[in-house]
């Protein structure tokens, strides 16, 4: 079993920051990726951004250089620093993460990220 907890949502303006940080516990293997997914009314989930055991990364392309994904392994904790935020980043944001080996999923709660003046 393996459960994730988000915390950091919110409301900001245009051009603001949040951070959002996910914590993992349970039977968590080495290979893994953690990341974000988002949501918005209407529109399929998307990725955001994962990084993996060892630290690669993969960015969607409308967050490239606006949002970066970190994490802190001994901790199982995976972080999502967003700046310059815009308004159509608004939507549910999902911790994800996936075990390589079994391809298996496990999500969070979800946390709402609201960008609007």
């Known amino acids: 079993q393996v459960q994730l907890v988000e915390s950091g949502g919110g409301l900001v303006q245009p051009g603001g920051s949040l951070r959002l940080s996910c914590a993992a516990s349970?039977?968590?293997?080495?290979?893994?990726?953690m990341g974000w997914y988002r949501q918005a009314p209407g529109k399929q989930r998307e990725l955001v951004a994962a990084v993996s055991n060892v630290g690669s990364t993969n960015y969607a392309d409308s967050v490239k250089g606006r949002f970066t994904i970190s994490r802190d392994s001994a901790k199982n904790t995976v972080y999502l620093q967003m700046n310059s935020l815009k308004p159509e980043d608004t939507a549910v944001y999902y911790c994800?993460?996936?075990?390589?080996?079994?391809?298996?999923?496990?999500w969070g709660q979800g946390t709402q990220v609201t960008v609007s003046s």
């Open positions: 994800h993460l996936r075990m390589v080996v079994s391809n298996t999923y496990y």
């Open positions: 349970g039977s968590i293997f080495s290979f893994n990726v």
